[in-house]
């Protein structure tokens, strides 16, 4: 049975391939938002893997150990220590969401005071919500704060328990690149619905999980992505999660929370 779920995946994403127009228009997600909230922080996909499979994105790496930033091909890792390092193509990832970024359009951002304020430039820009899209968006952050979450030691902990031990990074007037995604609000349960920022500075040196910003003159790049591939870990960890229910509070909770340390 096992096998033939496993051809019927093949054929559905190979289905949803071809009706996205190919890899180059398609978001490639590992595991899902429920498991990462119910701490399933098991790598199932390296970062060498990853790349064959997009070179712009964003997520986590194996124990929860610090945010990912995927930035012209290359995989960075923010630790809660803010030490930006490249990483090994061997480290595993419990969650990600990357493309090969090719822009469709271009706009610039004269000037926004809050992270919401830039949202609703952006959306006001887009031709529909009901698609994905990557984003990327360079220029000098008048003021921008980040984080990055500690490796975690098993048992793991639900993520908006480990949130709570954020570390907290002020990083106003750096220049850098905000990597983005935005998802339709109807892949709730898979991914996070709305927008989702991680930054990296232009020195490669800052960055993390972005909790608010402003900017000015800033180029937003867009890529209208018009497919999903969604590839499920394997493990028995994954298989024994009970990931039903409505995670609404739990997402919000871990995007958005801004306690923890500096």
Same mark, same amino acid.
């Given at each position: 049975?096992?096998?033939?779920?496993?051809? @019927? #995946? *093949?054929?559905? /994403? $190979? %289905?949803?391939?071809?009706?996205?127009? &190919?890899?180059?228009?398609? !978001?490639?997600?590992?595991?899902?938002?429920?498991?990462?909230?119910?701490?399933?922080?098991?790598?199932? @996909? #390296? *970062?060498?893997? /990853? $790349? %064959?499979?997009?070179?712009?994105?964003? &997520?986590?790496?194996?124990? !929860?150990?610090?945010?990912?930033?995927?930035?012209?091909?290359?995989?960075?890792?923010?630790?809660?220590?803010?030490?930006?390092?490249?990483?090994?193509?061997?480290?595993?990832?419990?969650?990600?969401?990357?493309?090969?970024?090719?822009?469709?359009?271009?706009?610039?951002?004269?000037?926004?005071?809050?992270?919401?304020?830039?949202?609703?430039?952006?959306?006001?820009?887009?031709?529909?919500?009901?698609?994905?899209?990557?984003?990327?968006?360079?220029?000098?952050?008048?003021?921008?704060?980040?984080?990055?979450?500690?490796?975690?030691?098993?048992?793991?902990?639900?993520?908006?328990?480990?949130?709570?031990?954020?570390?907290?990074?002020?990083?106003?007037?750096?220049?850098?690149?905000?990597?983005?995604?935005?998802?339709?609000?109807?892949?709730?349960?898979?991914?996070?619905?709305?927008?989702?920022?991680?930054?990296?500075?232009?020195?490669?040196?800052?960055?993390?999980?972005?909790?608010?910003?402003?900017?000015?003159?800033?180029?937003?790049?867009?890529?209208?992505?018009?497919?999903?591939?969604?590839?499920?870990?394997?493990?028995?960890?994954?298989?024994?999660?009970?990931?039903?229910?409505?995670?609404?509070?739990?997402?919000?909770?871990?995007?958005?929370?801004?306690?923890?340390?500096?």
């Amino acid at each position: 049975m096992r096998k033939v779920l496993m051809i @019927l #995946s *093949a054929v559905l /994403l $190979l %289905s949803v391939s071809a009706l996205a127009g &190919g890899p180059g228009d398609r !978001l490639f997600q590992v595991s899902v938002l429920p498991a990462l909230l119910a701490g399933d922080y098991e790598g199932s @996909l #390296s *970062a060498a893997d /990853l $790349l %064959s499979r997009g070179d712009f994105g964003l &997520g986590t790496f194996q124990d !929860l150990d610090g945010e990912m930033v995927v930035l012209d091909g290359v995989v960075w890792q923010v630790p809660s220590d803010g030490r930006v390092r490249r990483v090994a193509p061997s480290l595993g990832t419990p969650f990600a969401a990357v493309a090969f970024f090719e822009s469709d359009s271009e706009v610039v951002v004269a000037r926004a005071e809050s992270l919401a304020d830039l949202e609703r430039q952006v959306d006001a820009a887009l031709p529909t919500r009901n698609h994905f899209y990557a984003l990327r968006i360079d220029g000098r952050m008048t003021r921008l704060s980040a984080r990055s979450v500690p490796r975690q030691a098993k048992p793991w902990r639900p993520l908006a328990e480990v949130v709570r031990e954020q570390t907290r990074f002020t990083l106003d007037g750096q220049e850098g690149t905000l990597v983005g995604l935005r998802c339709p609000a109807f892949v709730s349960g898979v991914n996070v619905p709305g927008y989702h920022w991680h930054f990296l500075s232009a020195d490669r040196a800052k960055g993390g999980h972005v909790l608010d910003c402003a900017l000015e003159n800033a180029r937003v790049r867009v890529d209208e992505l018009t497919g999903l591939e969604l590839r499920l870990p394997t493990g028995a960890g994954f298989d024994a999660l009970d990931i039903s229910g409505d995670h609404s509070a739990a997402t919000k909770a871990v995007e958005k929370t801004p306690g923890g340390k500096q």
